[in-house]
């Protein structure tokens, strides 16, 4: 139980504090929220400083282009950065959690060498076609059907929450190559392929969030001709490839947003101060209680990569354990803005209030927390297979 | 940063958790809570001999398997380790709802340890010394526990020969028989944890003794706060220990019983139960290892109230999946949700951890995480 840095924890974390004191007040003003060519330029803007300054693919192997950094030093960079309030992953998130990790896990040698250094340098955005209107939690329901035509696939079907969709390169598409048969598990005969953005027969519609802004899309495949060279791993093995990039997921993708949490609660608190809501003792326990949970979702962190870490990086216990919280604690923390904020919270304009919309989308998205719940009752605390 | 336990830390724990088991297994527990006659009584009066009494061979066991000398240097006879390992013992002891005022006794072997100046030592002297062995029962006065007309309960005050008394800065020890002299029995909603009301008023020194805060350079002056805090962080980890207890308790049930034709484990309602008292259990885990490690007074006043949910909430549920049989007086799960109400009343309570949070919200930039 050692919570204190080593020497070179602690030297990575000041080299990288005094460089984003320099770097950060260069950077341009944050874009238009609405302005999806705007977000991609500033997003892929700070990924190319990131790399130029070798901070790129942290997380990632070296033989990925990556530096192989350690669990701890990943939590120390996101932990820093944001608190220096520096831009977030934003359009490179599927590229660089997601697709990114696959292809340098599952990739061919000129696979990696096509793929991954455009993604490290911020040349190119990838999105993520996984679910579908009738496969959301049931992934392996999807029905998008990709046909063996000469050295292509032809790929007919629709993707739905493709966050970055507008501006994407590149999509990491999970189709069906082979029909689900009674003698076959649905979860084989899906492949992983990569499926550029530009080519004939994509159709992109945007979707409109109860918060109303566009934050993912919808995408439509029409006999889409891609290459069979782009499937990553073997035919009908891409729900595989798929998992075993979730071992890249070593308890530190929330991070960012744990560090905010606190922010946020430490702002609420002298929001309230300063308009006498402080006063009522029943928002400030709450307030209090928040705090409580916050810590605890810090705490969490440190132990899952630890955990990570001494296991090999490979995800234990602590992924859906924190995901349930990590997602409750979040929209109670926007509830008890609105209880600060009183009638304001009704003004959209207002701080925090359209937080509190998108919070509503941290117990679906990445795994509903039913779902989550389903499974810590059968993988973690082995109970039978639920109904 | 390397968070997870280490080898020795590992071993520690299931040395614990085997002497738990061989020395308090469930038997020993059902014979401290049926003797008592299964409705819930008065403290055995007479030198701890009668129901819910201090098992003074176990507690002698603990103190020879050093649970209450963890802490002190090796030259003091102690086992020289550090506030973590202390968490994790006592995480065991509240797995096994070993009752006694095991975090009183602890803190007392401390005190006598330090050498620093405690009131009322040559009074009680002997009693504290005996404390580290587990030849003493020490239990505890928290005068800021104060309920309606300032009286305070004190757990085990029948079984004790000592009490650690906490007032606004300071800490003393008075002897049992002169705080029991004002003390009345209440019937204890914990079968296993006797309790005694004190009238309000009583101070750490008795009169003509000097109390530590009154020694002056400092060395009582919070001494008080920081057993209180200390204490608060070891009662978290019994909670700990009885929140990881009941999920295991809960789970077993649900694999084991059948309803309509399968395992009640196979309904998603009852599976969400069990995995959110599983997020309680381990989101608490977290916290009261960095409290351990941290010794900050925000991280354990998080420790105390995530501890405390999650020991109390998960016996409800676990209680809720015993359906029928865990509203019985036979089934186990009342005594952790019993406990888990009198420890969360304990030390500090979630009242003023919440204010103690809150008000770490105010002095920005004091604390990050």
Redesign the interface.
Known sequence: ??????ED?EDFRHRLRAWLRRVLPALPPRPDPADWPARRAYDCGWQRMLHDAGYAGLHWPREAGGKGATP?QH?IFLEETE?AGAPYVGANFVGLLHAGPTIAAEGTAGQRARWLPPILRGDEVWCQGFSEPEAGSDLAALRTRAVRDGDDYVVSGSKIWTSHAEVADWCELLVRTAPVTPDTPRHRGISWLALPMDAPGVTVRPLRTLAGTAEFAEVFLDEVRVPVANRVGAENDGWRVTMVTLSFERGTAFVGE??AC?RV??S???TA?ANGRWDD?VL??????L??????L???T??N???A??TGGVPG??GS?FK??FSQVRQELYDAAAEVLGADALDAGREWVVDRLSSLSYTIAAGTS?I???I???R???????? | MDFSLTEDQRALRAGMRELMERRFPRARLRAVVDAEGGGGAAAGEGAGTGAGAVDRGLWRELGAAGFFALRLPEAAGGVGLGLPEAVLAFEEAGRALLPGPLAATHLAAGLAATGAPVAGVPVAGAAVAGAAEGEAVVTALDTAGAGHGGAVLVEHLASADAVLVLGDGDAGIRTAKEIGSSAEAVRSVDPATPLHRVPGGVAPAAAGERSSGEQGAGAGRGTAARLRREAALLTAAQQLGSAVRTVETAVAHARERVQFGRAIGAFQAVQHLCASMLVRAETARSVVYAAAVTEDPGDIAAAVLLADEAAVRNARDCLQVHGGMGFTWEADVHLHLKRAWVRAEQWQTAAAAEEELAAGLMSTGARCL
């Not at chain 1, 139980?1 to 080593?6: E, I, V, Y």
């Open positions: 139980m050692d919570l204190s840095c080593t924890e701890t939590l608190r744990v560090v606190r609660l430490e609420l608190a002298r101060r003792p400030r326990r709450r307030l209090g209680r705090a409580a949970d916050c810590t605890a810090w705490r969490l440190q132990w990569v630890s955990e870490q001494r216990v602590g354990v349930l919280r039913q989550q719940r389903n810590v009752a059968e973690i605390l082995g109970l039978p297979k639920g109904r």
